[in-house]
């Protein structure tokens, strides 16, 4: 049992660091009141903590395949654990913000080695079971933060969503101490500042960009100059990396048409199976007056599905090539896209269900397979690239998920209400039903009027529904075609493991 005790901590700070990004959903309306804050100030401790995220994977992949795996993965427990400790003690929003932007730095860290440190630790049929078991708690994290979140708010109070990670941190770095070996790139190299620096410019401007298209829409000047300067930024990246000797990513792996396709398959997985989650919760307690820990309880067969699937994954696929189950599991998840689309007006919860547990299962299966191909697809020395750059795609994919899902809504969602004749604000009721405030829009109105919106809102999800279908059925095209199994002398002469790893 002692081999699997590099596989428990790789899990518990990747259920951790995972969970955080949607518990403080649930809990900010507690905040707003304990602290004495404005909700829209208090958003930034959901989008700066995965704002900071996604920037820095990269750049902390490619520093933990240069200084050590293990090193980086524990300096981020360290990092991490601190950073939850000072959200749970702060005393106005400001110090919250700030210290969730400390916290996502840490997060990054410990989840830019996580393939790579898995990746290094086990081999043959060992690796297939870690990446399943893996796969499956980044499945259920999805569906455990808004249950936890509301559970811990509820019954103890909002601090103790950040004060909980202190017992598992401590618990984790105990064991990644004691059990896990250190790896990383025997030939050496610098860290790449300048390649980190313009890609963390770009990716903060793009999801900057994004958070503001919620806000102002896609066209708005400030999104249009944010979007605009990214694209800046992505050319100086790009020019940056083909003239280093010791690129943060290696341009050449993103021209195989393997390589790519899984980035693509990483990036539509996350948009399609869990971007969509956002507004199922809205509609669970806007649309079925469920309370916050119920509508978070209607996201469980998801993660529960996927957990179970992904261990049966990686006990039975070990020998099949990549492309099968990650295409397939592309497969399941558009056709539980299309699945949840039985939804209608007067539906409950359990109408949900079969498209839930269709897209858990293709979770189960695709999720583990993409981490394992990705690592098997580079250099033994480049891993941790390669591992930060799915988990950043991921975010990627679930941060360009909701904007686009809330144009999609938003214009499924006008044209309702538009010919009802009840709503002569179209653009305050329109907002109003996509973000699950219609009770304010809809005060004094009729029955009529509240019928009008919960159906305006079910076309939304429709619509939503539809989009991760297609985009995920069009994408396990593109893997079926495209990825292939790495084959046993693509890295002959390349880097090797560092010798003192296992």
């Not at 019954?155 to 618990?171: C, D, T």
């Not at 989650?277 to 806007?286: D, E, K, R, Y």
């Not at 592309?330 to 269709?358: C, K, R, Y």
Request: glycine fraction near 10%.
């Amino acid at each position: 049992m002692r081999k699997w005790f590099p596989l428990l901590t790789v899990c518990l700070a990747t259920l951790m660091l995972l969970v955080d990004i949607t518990i403080v959903s649930v809990a900010v309306p507690a905040m707003t009141t304990s602290l004495h804050s404005s909700l829209s100030a208090l958003q930034w401790t959901v989008d700066l903590y995965v704002l900071v995220l996604a920037a820095l994977l990269m750049a902390a992949g490619s520093a933990s395949d240069l200084v050590g795996r293990r090193r980086v993965y524990l300096v981020g427990l360290v990092v991490f654990a601190g950073a939850s400790l000072a959200c749970g003690l702060a005393p106005t929003s400001g110090l919250l913000v700030a210290a969730r932007g400390v916290q996502g730095l840490g997060a990054a860290a410990m989840l830019s080695t996580n393939i790579a440190l898995l990746a290094g630790t086990y081999s043959g049929r060992d690796r297939s079971v870690a990446f399943g078991i893996w796969g499956a708690v980044n499945g259920i994290s999805a569906a455990a933060g808004p249950i936890l979140g509301g559970l811990l708010t509820q019954h103890i109070g909002w601090r103790s969503i950040f004060l909980v990670n202190l017992p598992i941190a401590a618990l984790a770095w105990v064991i990644a101490r004691r059990h896990v070996a250190e790896s990383k790139n025997p030939a050496g190299g610098r860290v790449d500042v300048p390649g980190t620096i313009t890609f963390t410019l770009a990716a903060t401007l793009l999801i900057f960009g994004l958070i503001r298209v919620g806000d102002d829409g896609w066209t708005a000047p400030v999104p249009v100059a944010l979007f605009a300067a990214t694209a800046a930024a992505l050319v100086a990246f790009v020019l940056v990396e083909r003239r280093r000797r010791d690129p943060m990513l290696d341009l050449a792996l993103v021209r195989t048409p393997s390589f790519a396709a899984l980035m693509l398959g990483a990036l539509i997985l996350s948009a399609s199976a869990f971007a969509n989650l956002v507004f199922v919760s809205i509609w669970a307690q806007s649309v079925l007056r469920f309370d916050p820990v119920a509508a978070g309880l209607v996201l469980t067969p998801l993660g529960a599905m996927a957990f179970v699937v992904s261990g049966f994954a990686g006990r039975f696929m070990s020998g099949v090539a990549p492309q099968w189950p990650i295409g397939i599991g592309l497969l399941l998840i558009g056709a539980g896209g299309l699945l949840d689309m039985l939804v209608s007006g007067d539906s409950e919860w359990t109408a949900l269900l079969p498209g839930l547990l269709v897209t858990g299962a293709g979770v189960g299966i695709s999720s583990p397979t993409l981490a394992a191909a990705a690592a098997a697809a580079v250099p033994p020395g480049k891993a941790g690239m390669a591992g930060a750059a799915v988990n950043t795609l991921r975010q990627l994919g679930f941060a360009l998920g909701i904007p686009i899902m809330t144009t999609a809504m938003a214009g499924a969602v006008r044209p309702v209400l538009a010919d009802s004749g009840y709503f002569p604000d179209l653009d305050s009721a329109t907002a109003a039903v996509i973000g699950g405030q219609a009770d304010t829009v809809l005060a004094g109105l009729t029955d009529a009027a509240g019928r009008t919106a919960r159906s305006a809102f079910v076309s939304g999800l429709d619509q939503i529904f539809l989009l991760s279908g297609v985009g995920a059925l069009i994408t396990a095209a593109v893997v079926l075609l495209l990825v292939r199994r790495a084959a046993p002398d693509d890295h002959r002469t390349t880097i090797t493991a560092d010798p003192v790893a296992r």
